[in-house]
Every structure is written in structure tokens, then in C-alpha cells.
């Protein structure tokens, strides 16, 4: 919003802040403060806050010192907390020790990285247009640890079936006062699971309001005795929760979407085509991105409208991309496989990096599919080539491995540490014994 260090400060004043939260996110998408008496404003701003950036998994101990430098533009004052301990917040940027050096390892450097890149190779007027679709869970425990449901509702259902009515209206206001601009609500297509989406816009201010969405619905569930969970597949036999993303490159030179023509077939630009080419050509690696998590394959299965197969359509939602209904100049592609267990980031950074990857090599659009992908045998999605997306975690991280153009845009450190602790995350995985192994094998 281009706050100005007056501004801020007026505004501290007059909203009597006692407290700063100096937040940042690590590679797994997860925020982290530290707060500040609101005296040290300037401070702050002008040499940086200190950190240990080992406790986030950055770094090892001996090289664990980095800076925050926070982004004024980010400024926002927390809407919960007694009057007087009110908080302000403000998203930082991660850099090394000497207070100058970006960090390399900083998802929120890495994509502003990607937008530069962006800008130096296509120019400075393009801007990465998009907006997540959020879907959580609002779930209880009950005395023995076990995790409900708190409703029956389906799609779009309504009072009673639907309990989350009431904290989603209310979560709606708390975010348009906050500078989001909410757009519809409801319950979603399975018990508990309900969607509250928000305007599109600039990529990294969308990457700062995905967190802070997330930040700020389990924040208020938690005050109600609830957990709110962005957790893909938290309950077998149902629809997961994911986090489909809209994309579309605006040209501010001439206030157009770069994406519509149009003259063209589907009104859809050869560039936008070009780009869809370069999403689908790094569609496998790009999932250890997008969807990083052990659970998010367990939402990755046929018959529950995800999308497991590569190939676009328009209006289609078994595919992996697809053209939404829309006027012609709001024409985009939305991605239907990331979750909210991504680093919005590191997920908006991949998407765009293997975008322009199309657009360069000038990568061609196969055609669209109209038919339920789900229904195809494996032969018919051969003859079509039509590959799966990895069919789980381990598969995933050996596709972005081997994706050098998803690892040279994100940087080789960034990546070698992400892979570095999700590999651990694998192998636990792997190593655990689960219930359904007691179930099944116990008496053999």
C-alpha cells in the first residue's frame, strides 16, 4: 500500500501500538516473529533485527546470526490481543550478518528474484497476477485426542448443516479490515471443509496475504476452541482441501492482460498458451513445490475432483489446468494440485519461473481436454500423452531434483536445504508405523 515511515508512525500514535511483530516465514511456509516495544520503530528499519535462523531451520548453529529487514509496505495492526498490549506487524526480508546481503535461502527473496527476472527478460511493465483459493478444515478434538468434524455440511449447504457460517462471515470482516478484499464464502463439498476466497493482485503481496490468511483464520479458531486446518486430506474417504491458484501476467504499459486475445482459439494468446506449455512441461517437479507434504498424495487420488493427470482444459476441474468460466479480459489459467501445506512463496516463484520457461522456449498448447480424465485407461492417456503427477512425496523430490531450470530459479541453496529437510520428513515418514499396519498385519 506504499506506507510512508511517517505514516507508520502517525498511525502507532493513534492507535496507542505498544508492540511490533517483526515476522518472516520459513521454507516450509510457517510464520515466525519476534517482537519489539513499539520505541524501536527506527531502530528496526534502519540496522535490521536480529535472529537465530538455525531455530527455523535455515541453517546450522555455528552459521545461525541473519537480519530481518522489514517491508513497510507489509505494515498492518494485529486485529486480536488485549487494548493494551495492541501489536502492529510488519513481513520481513531475510538477510545475511552483515545486514546487506539478501539470504539466499529466504522464500520470499527467491520470489522477488523470479519477479525480477521477469522484469529483466520481458520487461518491467509485466506483473504476475494471481490469487489462491484457501479451503480449510474447522475441526475439534475431543478428550481422547481425536479429531472431529464440527459439521455435516456439503457444498454450499447452509444454517444448520452448515456450522462454520457464522466464524466465516466474522473471519470476512476481520480480513477486509486488515486491507484484503474478500469476495465470496461458503461451505465446501465436504463436512467441515469451508473456502473463503480474496481478490487477486500482485504476487508478493498475495504471497504476504496467504499467510497472513492462514495466520489469522487459525488464530480466531483457536479463541473458539477449534483448530483450523489446511491440511490436505485430514479425513480418509473425502475431498481434500487445496489451494488452487489463478495466474495471469498483467502488461501495465497498456493496461492489458497478457493472457487474452481476442482473435485467438479459446481467446486464450499464444503467450498464455506458452505459459500454460511451461507449467504443464514442469508439471512433476513442480509438485514438490506445490504439494510438499507426505499427506498432500493422499489428497492426490482419482474420483475426488483433483486433478493427478497433465493436461488443461477449459471449465474442466479434472485437470491439471483448466481455463475458468470468465469475461474474455479476465482470461487465465488456474492450477488445480497446490495445497496450503506449500510455501505460497516458493509456490507462486515455481509457477511463474516454469511459466516464462514456456514462454521463452515458445512451448506449444496441446489441445484441450474435454472429458472426464479420471475415466481414461492408462493406454487412452498414453495415446494422448497424458503423464501423472508423482504419486508421492518421495517421487516428487526426485522430480524437482531433477528439474535444473525449478532449481536454478528458486537457487541451488534454497533448494538443496529444502530437499535436505523434506528427504528427513520421507524417511520418518517411511520409518513410522502406522495404525492401518497394526490393522492389517498385526496377526500375521
Known amino acids: 500500500m506504499g506506507y510512508s515511515l511517517t505514516e507508520i508512525q502517525k498511525k502507532l500514535e493513534d492507535e496507542n501500538v505498544q508492540f511490533l511483530s517483526w515476522q518472516f516465514c520459513t521454507l516450509f511456509g510457517e510464520v515466525k516473529e519476534v517482537l519489539t516495544p513499539t520505541r524501536d520503530l527506527e531502530s528496526v528499519i534502519e540496522n535490521g533485527c536480529g535472529i537465530d535462523g538455525s531455530c527455523a531451520k535455515y541453517v546450522p548453529t555455528n552459521k545461525s546470526d541473519l537480519i530481518l529487514r522489514p517491508d513497510l509496505d507489509t505494515f498492518m495492526i494485529q486485529p486480536w490481543g488485549e487494548e493494551e498490549d495492541k501489536t502492529a506487524r510488519f513481513i520481513c526480508d531475510l538477510y545475511e550478518v552483515d545486514g546487506n546481503t539478501p539470504f539466499s535461502m529466504d522464500p520470499r527473496g527467491a520470489l522477488r528474484r523470479v519477479l525480477e527476472q521477469m522484469h529483466t527478460e520481458f520487461g518491467k511493465d509485466w506483473h504476475f497476477m ?14 481422547s485426542g481425536e479429531v472431529l468434524p464440527i459439521d455435516t455440511g456439503y457444498y454450499c449447504d447452509a444454517y444448520p448443516r452448515d456450522l462454520g457460517y ?18 465470496t464464502n461458503h461451505h465446501e463439498g465436504v463436512q467441515s471443509k469451508h473456502e473463503i476466497n480474496f481478490r487477486y493482485g500482485h504476487a ?8 497472513t490468511f492462514k495466520q489469522v483464520i487459525k488464530h480466531y479458531a483457536a479463541l473458539e ?15 481434500g482441501a487445496g489451494m488452487h491458484v489463478h495466474m495471469s501476467i498483467l502488461d501495465s504499459a497498456s493496461d492489458t492482460n497478457v493472457f487474452y486475445d481476442p482473435s485467438a ?35 492426490l487420488v482419482p474420483g475426488f475432483e483433483v486433478p493427478i493427470y497433465v493436461c488443461w482444459g477449459l471449465y474442466n476441474r479434472s485437470v491439471l489446468l483448466r481455463v475458468p468460466v470468465s469475461t474474455p479480459q479476465a482470461r487465465r489459467a488456474e492450477i488445480r494440485c497446490p495445497d496450503a501445506t506449500s510455501n505460497p512463496y516458493l509456490t507462486l516463484a515455481a509457477l511463474l519461473a516454469a511459466g516464462l520457461d514456456g514462454i521463452r522456449r515458445g ?23 497424458i503423464p501423472s503427477l508423482p504419486g508421492n512425496l518421495k517421487e516428487a523430490l526426485t522430480c524437482l531434483e531433477e528439474d535444473s531450470l525449478l532449481r536454478d530459479a528458486l537457487g541451488q541453496d534454497l533448494i538443496n536445504r529444502f530437499l535436505e529437510l523434506k528427504w528427513k520428513e520421507w524417511q520418518e515418514f517411511s520409518s513410522f ?5 497394526w490393522r492389517t498385519y498385526l496377526d500375521c
Not at 132 to 142: F, G, I, S, T, W
Not at 225 to 239: E, L, T
Not at 433 to 437: G, I, L, Q, R
Open 204 to 211: 508478493l503481496p498475495i504471497a504476504d496475504q496467504t499467510i
Open 265 to 299: 482459439e479459446y481467446q486464450l494468446s499464444e503467450t498464455g498458451q506458452q505459459f500454460m506449455a511451461g507449467v504443464m512441461d514442469h508439471a512433476r517437479g513442480l509438485a514438490g513445490i506445490t504439494n510438499p507434504s507426505v499427506n498432500s498424495y493422499k489428497r
Open 166 to 183: 457464522d466464524f466465516r462471515k466474522k473471519m470476512a470482516r476481520t480480513l477486509d479490515q486488515l486491507g484484503f478484499v474478500t469476495e
Open 130 to 143: 494471481t490469487a489462491p483459493e484457501m479451503e480449510y478444515y474447522l475441526v475439534r478434538k475431543n478428550e
Open 225 to 239: 476452541g477449534m483448530i483450523a486446518s489446511f491440511m490436505p486430506k485430514p479425513f480418509y474417504g473425502h475431498h
Open 363 to 385: 512451448l506449444k498448447l496441446p489441445p484441450p481436454v474435454p472429458e472426464l480424465v479420471y475415466d481414461f485407461s492408462p493406454q487412452e492417456r498414453q495415446a494422448r500423452n
Open 433 to 437: 508405523v502406522h495404525p492401518w499396519e
